[in-house]
């Protein structure tokens, strides 16, 4: 769940910073439901990988093994989605920065770092 919260917040950042029309806006609003999306999946996914048994969680290595659902699954998808919306929110800013501002200098420093 951090992981998504710590994008979403990158993505509020954005908008605050790079909200000046209504194209940006859209596609900033769209990112951060799509995040938010994202993290509530995976949140309820993992809260009911042992169905109704939530005491499994917390339990040996047995109880996890008969009580819940494959978990590696889970992590895989998490880890398969996670670098699409990782590149997403490092990439947004991009066009952004050279966008707004009128030295190429900029636009290829900023793209470099």
């Excluded at 951090?2 to 209504?22: E, H, P, Q, V």
Aim: glycine share 2%; net charge positive.
């Amino acid at each position: 769940m951090t992981i998504g919260l710590t994008k979403a917040s990158l993505l509020f950042l954005y908008r605050r910073i790079f909200s000046i029309n209504r194209k940006t806006r859209a596609l900033l609003t769209t990112s951060i439901t799509i995040v938010f999306l994202w993290t509530a999946a995976f949140f309820f996914s993992e809260l009911f990988q042992c169905k109704t048994k939530f005491w499994a969680n917390w339990g040996t290595t047995h109880d996890i093994q008969t009580e819940c659902l494959k978990t590696t699954k889970i992590l895989f998808a998490v880890c398969l989605t996670d670098f699409p919306l990782d590149l997403l929110v490092f990439i947004i800013p991009i066009p952004l920065v050279c966008y707004y501002t009128p030295a190429v200098v900029t636009c290829v420093s900023a793209t470099l770092t």
